[in-house]
């Protein structure tokens, strides 16, 4: 009768990927250390980079976009005013949109009548 030899298998923290255990403690795939506690948290060099947008302090481009199409006039003005550079762009350009959306509705509405 042969001898059966047990594989012990590791599952990699990183990539979860399931192999057998390496004398270096490394996974072959991703090459991290292997983690032994599952519910440990990663290791700092392994999360995931955020990016970070150059001008996230300048403004809200999305905001100044609702401001100028639901408020118009007053909105465009009130933002040209009080907000930051990019929610004033936001803002112009909504209030342009309302313009636009105006002028194609009575365009409209003239041809049908």
Not at 26 to 39: I, K, L, T, V, Y
Not at 71 to 94: D, E, S
Not at 105 to 112: D, P, R
């Amino acid at each position: 009768m042969q001898a059966v030899s047990v594989v012990d298998w590791v599952v990699c923290g990183s990539c979860q990927l399931k192999h057998t255990a390496r004398e270096d403690q490394r996974c072959p795939r991703c090459g991290s250390a292997e983690n032994p506690n599952p519910f440990e948290a990663p290791a700092a060099s392994l999360m995931p980079k955020i990016a970070v947008a150059a001008h996230a302090g300048e403004g809200r481009y999305g905001l100044g976009v609702a401001l100028g199409l639901v408020l118009g006039l007053w909105g465009l003005l009130g933002c040209l005013v009080f907000a930051k550079p990019v929610t004033k762009r936001g803002a112009i350009h909504g209030f342009l949109g309302r313009l636009g959306l105006t002028v194609i509705a009575v365009l409209v509405a003239l041809a049908l009548s």
